[in-house]
């Protein structure tokens, strides 16, 4: 039962993810529709804070989140957990990297060889965590998983590396080794969720489900102090180092880690309130919101439809006007609490006029388009923050 529930998770990355490589293979081909040509760049795999982007970065975040559940499985057996944390960290930094382009702002003006130090942590710390793992004979085989995990990803950052001498391959075969990388970056993150969802197996969760292990983000509830100083860091990094500083990360945006990860965690603790019996239409719809939240961060989906459906309609499109749509998860959920008098409408208004006179101040960056979209992060994570404490709040006040 066990080895379908996890064959039926990897179905469905896999699925999604084909559908990510099947639409940048149409592109590349040269043989795409008008939809495809002007919407490309909200789903590309190929460029930088898109949703295929989002979608393989949080493949990455899932792994850091089962990894840190099995860490919690053998403290329960009293087995070593810290190589789990360690592979834990590791995949949410490798997410981090993902959103942010960290490693190629890096190369870029440090060279390759810049590389090297983060490269060295990386091994090192893989190799730490493995080695005690394969002692263990029933992690053996989970242990060959990460490898081959972790070294589908090495392989891809040696290709990268190679990639930069012109007369490595042909223009035309260039873009179907992009096709080779993103699809083998995708298999090697689902190859990573196997390999913890198996460990979960093995180590006494016989349900093997991504969702058994939000346990791991239940524990959101009891780290408020954690929460906070995370968004005290990221406000404090993005407006103090990145937005004066942001033509040193022309591709990724590692302001968006923060809002990208809590929406998603959200998400995941609104699901439970459904498992859970607690006004299951509502926590449909909100999950539906946050998760939704998550990926809006990436991409800004109303410029998206405008290329989709080949219309020009500005509403929304341009920070920081579109910057009020990160409100909504907050303003349904807020309403459902004023609802059940669990806030005071004082407390909603606080909040939304705080949101407003946000935008508001920062009118005057819009000239600078990648500045304001550093500044809208620093806004969505005061938004992502503000729908944490109110659940936390709802939770505390439940019988």
């Known amino acids: ?63 850091g989140i089962i990894f840190a559940q099995v860490a919690l499985l053998s403290k329960q057996q009293y087995l070593p957990a810290w190589p789990w944390y360690i592979l834990s960290v590791a995949m949410v930094a ?15 003006f440090a060279g390759w060889q810049g590389l090297l130090p983060f490269a060295m942590i990386f091994g090192i710390g893989f190799l730490i965590a493995l080695t005690s793992l394969f002692k263990r004979k029933a992690m053996r085989g989970v242990v060959a998983l990460i490898m081959i995990g972790i070294g589908i990803f090495a ?17 035309f075969w260039r873009r179907f080794r992009l096709v080779g990388e993103e699809t083998s970056e995708l298999v090697a993150i689902g190859i990573l969720i196997t390999a913890g969802l198996t460990a979960m197996k093995r180590t006494g969760d016989t349900n093997c489900s991504f969702l058994n292990a939000t346990c791991v983000v239940e524990r959101l509830y009891q780290a408020p102090m954690l929460i906070f100083v995370l968004f005290v860091l990221q406000v404090i990094l993005t407006l103090v180092l990145i937005v004066p500083n942001y033509t040193f990360f022309p591709e990724g945006n590692p302001s968006a880690l923060f809002p990208v990860c809590l929406f998603f965690c959200l998400g995941i603790l609104a699901r439970q309130e459904i498992q859970q019996g607690h006004q299951t239409g509502f926590w449909r719809f909100q999950t539906v919101l946050f998760f939704a939240a998550s990926v809006m961060q990436m991409y800004n989906f109303n410029t998206y439809l405008n290329n989709l459906f080949l219309v020009d309609i500005p509403l929304f499109v341009r920070a920081p006007f579109s910057w009020m749509i990160a409100v909504v998860p907050y303003l349904s959920l807020a309403l459902l609490a004023r609802a059940k008098g669990e806030i005071k409408f004082t407390e909603i208004l606080k909040y939304l006029c705080a949101f407003f006179l946000f935008a508001l101040v920062v009118v005057s960056e819009m000239r600078l388009r990648f500045r304001v979209e550093y500044l809208f992060l620093a806004f969505s994570s005061t938004v992502a923050y503000s729908c944490y404490q109110l659940m936390l709040k709802m939770r505390a006040m439940r019988p």
């Open 1 to 63: 039962m066990a080895h379908k529930s996890i064959i039926r998770q990897w179905y469905w990355h896999a699925l999604i993810s084909l559908a990510f490589v099947v639409l940048m293979t149409l592109f590349f081909s040269g043989k795409y529709p008008a939809w495809l040509h002007y919407s490309y760049r909200g789903v590309s795999l190929t460029h930088e804070m898109s949703y295929g982007v989002w979608w393989s970065a949080i493949g990455l975040f899932i792994a």
């Open 94 to 108: 490798l997410c981090f990297d993902e959103i942010g382009s960290l490693h190629e702002t890096v190369a870029r």
């Open 155 to 171: 392989l891809v950052a040696g290709l990268e590396f190679i990639e930069h001498d012109p007369n490595f391959l042909h223009h």
